[in-house]
C-alpha cells in the first residue's frame, strides 16, 4: 500500500510539473489526456491497482487517488485559462488592421472648420467687439414664440411669408422648427430687463426648394438692441458700422422702406456691391447696391408680449443670412455648394 500512495504522489508531481511546463493550450489538453483523460491514463492506472489490496488499504488509498486527481484538475483548468488568454492577446494583436490611409509621403490633411462656420464666428466676434453679448435658442419652438409673440397672431397674412415646417408635438400646428432666429430675441427678453444688446446666430428651417439661393435648412443671425432712448438712427448707424467691419472700409449701407411684422417702421438694408464697388456690374444687375437683410424698430406690440413698456424704452432688430455673407465674400453663386461636401471646395476655405 506504501509504494501505491507513493506512486500516486509522484504522478501527481510530475503531472503539476507537465502542466506548469505546457506551452500552448493544445499541449496542455495533451497532458491532461495523460493524467486524467481516460482509462489509460496515469491516475486510472493507479486506480486499476486498488483491487490489489484489503478494504481498509482500498478506502485509504482511493482517497489518496481522488484528492490528487481534485488537484490536477483544479491546475489544469487554471492553465488554460491562462494559456487561452495568452494566445486570445496574440491573436488580436496579429490580425489587428492598420487602417490609416497613407497616400505616397503626403502628410495627412487634416479637417478645419466648415465656411458657414467661419462665417458665424467672424459674425459674433465682430459684434462681440461692438458691445453685443450672444444668446442661443431651441431649434424646435412653438407657435408663440415664433409667431404670435411676433405680432403674428393666428390666420395673419404675414404668416404665408414663411413656409413652415411643423412638428408632430402637442396640438396640429403647435410646435415646428423655427423659420427664423427671432424667437430668440423674445426668450431673451422675456429672461433680462433692459438694457439689451445681443445677436443671436442659429440655424432655422423653411419648407424651400433648394437652388442656386435657397435651402431649406439655412442660417441666421439677428441683433436685438433694447434701452431708453434708442431711435432709427441708432439703428442706421450699426447696421454702416458692421457693413464696413465685415466687407471692409469702401462697403457702405443704405435703408429701403419695407414691412415686417414685428418691426415698425421697417426696412430692407443694402449694401454697395462688394464685386464693383458700387459701380455697377452684373452681380448687382447694375444698381451698385445688393440686398443683404431686413431691420427696423421693435414693434411695441412685441414689447407688449413679454411684458416691456414701450412707453418708457425702445429698441431696433435686424437679420441677415450667414450663408448669404459668405457666398458675397468668397463670390461663391451656388448655396448647395455648402451641403455637396465636394472636398475640391472645402479646401479652399
Given at each position: 500500500m506504501t509504494d501505491l500512495v507513493d506512486n500516486v504522489a509522484a504522478v501527481e508531481s510530475d503531472g503539476l510539473a507537465r502542466i506548469d511546463a505546457a506551452a500552448s493550450v493544445a499541449d496542455l489538453r495533451a497532458v491532461e489526456q495523460e493524467l486524467v483523460g481516460g482509462k489509460r491514463s496515469a491516475l486510472a492506472a493507479l486506480n486499476?491497482?486498488?483491487?490489489?489490496?484489503?478494504?481498509?488499504?482500498?478506502?485509504?488509498?482511493?482517497?489518496?487517488?481522488?484528492?490528487?486527481?481534485?488537484?490536477?484538475?483544479?491546475?489544469?483548468?487554471?492553465?488554460?485559462?491562462?494559456?487561452?488568454?495568452?494566445?486570445?492577446?496574440?491573436?488580436?494583436?496579429?490580425e489587428r488592421l492598420d487602417l490609416t490611409e497613407v497616400i505616397g509621403r503626403r502628410t495627412t490633411a487634416r479637417g478645419r472648420?466648415?465656411?458657414?462656420?467661419?462665417?458665424?464666428?467672424?459674425?459674433?466676434?465682430?459684434?462681440v467687439a461692438m458691445g453685443y453679448q450672444v444668446a442661443e435658442g431651441p431649434e424646435v419652438e412653438t407657435d408663440w414664440y415664433n409667431f404670435e409673440a411676433l405680432n403674428m397672431p393666428p390666420a395673419h397674412p404675414a404668416r404665408s411669408m414663411w413656409d413652415t415646417l411643423y412638428v408632430r408635438l402637442g396640438e396640429a400646428e403647435s410646435t415646428l422648427l423655427r423659420t427664423h432666429t427671432s424667437p430668440v430675441q423674445i426668450r431673451v427678453m422675456q429672461s433680462q430687463p433692459p438694457p439689451i444688446h445681443v445677436v443671436?446666430?442659429?440655424?432655422?428651417?423653411?419648407?424651400?426648394?433648394?437652388?442656386?439661393r435657397h435651402l431649406p435648412v439655412f442660417h441666421q443671425i439677428e441683433g436685438l438692441v433694447v434701452d431708453r432712448g434708442i431711435t432709427f438712427g441708432d439703428l442706421a448707424g450699426t447696421i454702416e458700422a458692421f457693413t464696413s467691419a465685415y466687407?471692409?472700409?469702401?462697403?457702405?449701407?443704405?435703408?429701403r422702406p419695407s414691412f415686417f411684422p414685428f418691426t415698425e417702421p421697417s426696412a430692407e438694408f443694402e449694401i454697395s456691391c462688394i464685386f464693383c464697388q458700387g459701380r455697377?456690374?452684373?452681380?448687382?444687375?447694375?444698381?451698385?447696391?445688393?440686398?443683404?437683410?431686413?431691420?427696423?424698430m421693435v414693434d411695441p406690440n412685441v414689447f407688449a408680449a413679454v411684458g416691456i413698456d414701450p412707453e418708457e424704452y425702445s429698441g431696433f432688430a435686424f437679420g441677415f443670412g450667414i450663408d448669404r455673407c459668405a457666398m458675397m465674400r468668397h463670390d461663391i453663386d451656388d448655396i448647395r455648394h455648402f451641403i455637396a461636401n465636394d472636398i475640391r471646395f472645402l479646401e479652399q476655405f
Open positions: 486499476q491497482r486498488l483491487g490489489q489490496l484489503a478494504v481498509e488499504e482500498r478506502k485509504e488509498v482511493g482517497r489518496a487517488i481522488n484528492a490528487a486527481r481534485t488537484r490536477v484538475e483544479a491546475r489544469i483548468a487554471e492553465r488554460a485559462e491562462h494559456l487561452a488568454a495568452g494566445e486570445r492577446e496574440a491573436r488580436i494583436a496579429a472648420r466648415h465656411l458657414v462656420t467661419q462665417a458665424r464666428d467672424e459674425l459674433e466676434d465682430l459684434f443671436m446666430p442659429g440655424r432655422c428651417y423653411r419648407r424651400d426648394t433648394p437652388d442656386a466687407f471692409g472700409p469702401d462697403i457702405h449701407s443704405r435703408l455697377g456690374c452684373r452681380v448687382c444687375s447694375q444698381s451698385g447696391w445688393i440686398e443683404l437683410g431686413g431691420c427696423g
